[in-house]
């Protein structure tokens, strides 16, 4: 019920835009001796009327439904009375009334489509009773200034009764709305709004979760925060121990999409980065230990098989073994999120990796031959390995 506030708002601005259009009218043709010019001023009125609600409308906040109003009334309107110029019998039969009466219910009729609520029916009410008293009331209108001064009193009178009630209610219950069921992620947020008790809390929640801290509304039940997740954003408040919800689907779009697609692309290359610096530093404090002790080994003679000094190189380097190990992995998981990010990163990130992985295996398992043949193709692909470092 806190909606009638708004009813009962669009009722008094009609009825102060109905004030100035008779008074406009009233002030023309007392003072105006011509009869053409009354005639316009009279057939005219409510293209006047029409241009008093866009001006309310344009500069003053809360006549929300004023322009739908006016936008029929201005194109009815003046296409009857262009019509009239041509064939007076148009006014004759009132047909320009009828287009009045027929304007404030088609914008009853579009508000109430808009809002999806019949509880803003004011516009339709007032249209009937226009084509009523207007069309089909034959008898004396018994009531000061006749049409004039009915319309202006159900108008005023209504809408001070409905404003008076609907801000009670606006301020003393708990009621929530959005103002879209959904929306769409722009880049990297979205902004949900909506209108809610006055000076309330507003508390969030994303998909069942409760978001932190809570929003709140303003004076006037207006509230609205910023979204960068996609997903069902429910909005509760609560006044007087009564709770009411509402909520908004914020959906994915094809720029919050691209833009996720880098940022996690970013993520990707920095963990690629830090996994792979630790992986050398792993391989080349195993490479640098077998090369010296295969080189110590020819010159003190001893001979014997390399294979079971690298072995036992490497179990004394079991912990950097396995951190080589698992950086291989964790890079080649990497990779794949890279690539299916479509990064254009992610062929050079691939060929970092084989570089790497080419270091390990000649580093693990060395080349046959002697301590030169190692050493050369060790430190070959251990400069190509800093090289790629250098470039990240």
Request: proline residues 2%; glycine residues 6%.
């Amino acid at each position: 019920m806190y909606n009638l506030y708004y009813s009962g708002t669009n009722l008094l601005v009609l009825g102060a835009a109905l004030l100035v259009t008779w008074g406009i009218t009233f002030l023309v043709t007392k003072r105006s001796k011509k009869e053409r010019t009354k005639q316009l001023i009279n057939n005219w009125q409510y293209a006047i009327l029409a241009i008093i609600l866009y001006v309310f409308y344009a500069f003053a906040w809360f006549t929300t439904d004023a322009n739908v109003l006016a936008g029929n009334l201005i194109v009815l309107v003046t296409i009857v009375n262009l019509i009239g110029i041509k064939k007076p019998a148009v006014f004759e039969k009132r047909v320009n009334e009828w287009a009045v009466g027929l304007s404030f219910i088609l914008a009853g009729l579009m508000i109430v489509f808009d809002y999806s609520s019949w509880i803003y029916i004011e516009y339709i009410i007032i249209g009937i009773l226009w084509i009523y008293f207007k069309i089909f009331y034959k008898k004396e209108i018994k009531f000061k200034y006749g049409f004039r001064g009915l319309m202006l009193a159900i108008t005023i009178v209504a809408g001070i009764i409905l404003y008076l009630f609907g801000n009670y209610v606006n301020i003393n219950t708990a009621h929530i709305r959005t103002n879209d069921y959904s929306v769409k992620l722009g880049k990297r947020s979205a902004v949900v709004s909506g209108y809610a008790t006055p000076n309330s809390k507003v508390r969030t929640y994303l998909n069942g979760s409760e978001e932190t801290p809570a929003e709140h509304a303003d004076s006037d039940g207006y509230f609205e925060f910023t979204a960068q997740t996609p997903g069902k954003w429910v909005v509760k408040v609560t006044k007087n121990g009564k709770t009411d919800s509402d909520y908004t689907y914020v959906k994915k779009s094809a720029a919050w999409k691209k833009h996720q697609a880098k940022i996690e692309a970013d993520r990707v290359i920095r963990h690629f980065e830090e996994y792979y610096q630790e992986a050398t530093e792993a391989i080349d404090n195993i490479g640098v230990d077998e090369y010296n002790t295969w080189s110590n080994e020819n010159d003190s003679g001893v001979g014997g098989s390399i294979d079971s000094t690298l072995e036992n190189v490497q179990e004394k380097h079991k912990k950097d073994l396995n951190t080589a190990k698992l950086d291989l992995i964790l890079l080649q998981s990497e990779l794949k999120v890279l690539e299916d990010s479509g990064s254009s990163d992610y062929e050079t990130y691939h060929q970092y990796y084989k570089d790497l992985k080419k270091f390990y295996i000649i580093t693990v398992n060395p080349p046959a031959g002697d301590i030169d043949n190692f050493g050369n193709e060790y430190q070959d692909a251990r400069l190509t390995v800093l090289d790629d470092i250098d470039e990240f």
